[in-house]
């Protein structure tokens, strides 16, 4: 997948649990669970926009894109 999802990594630059996170997000720390797995296929701005808050970080320090190499003839 193109999209990489760093939100563990900023959870362990502020030295803050995905329990903590999800309470003060408000949503559920399952939901917490699968965005930094990256088995989300979507996340709504406001949500975005309530973890960067938390964080203090922007989206891009949480989603990274890497594009895929092209495919061999």
């Known amino acids: 997948m193109p ?3 760093n939100l563990d990594v900023m959870l362990a630059r502020r030295k803050m649990r995905s329990r903590d ?3 003060a997000v408000g949503i559920t ?3 917490i669970s699968l ?3 990256g088995k989300v296929k979507g996340v709504r701005f406001d949500t975005l926009e ?3 808050a938390v ?3 922007q989206p891009g320090d949480i989603l990274e894109f ?3 190499p092209p495919a061999a003839p």
Request: proline share 0%.
């Open 50 to 52: 309530r973890i960067c």
């Open 29 to 31: 720390e399952q939901n």
């Open 55 to 57: 964080l203090d970080c």
């Open 35 to 37: 965005l930094k797995s």
């Open 66 to 68: 890497h594009s895929a």
């Open 3 to 5: 999209i990489i999802v």
């Open 21 to 23: 996170l999800a309470a």
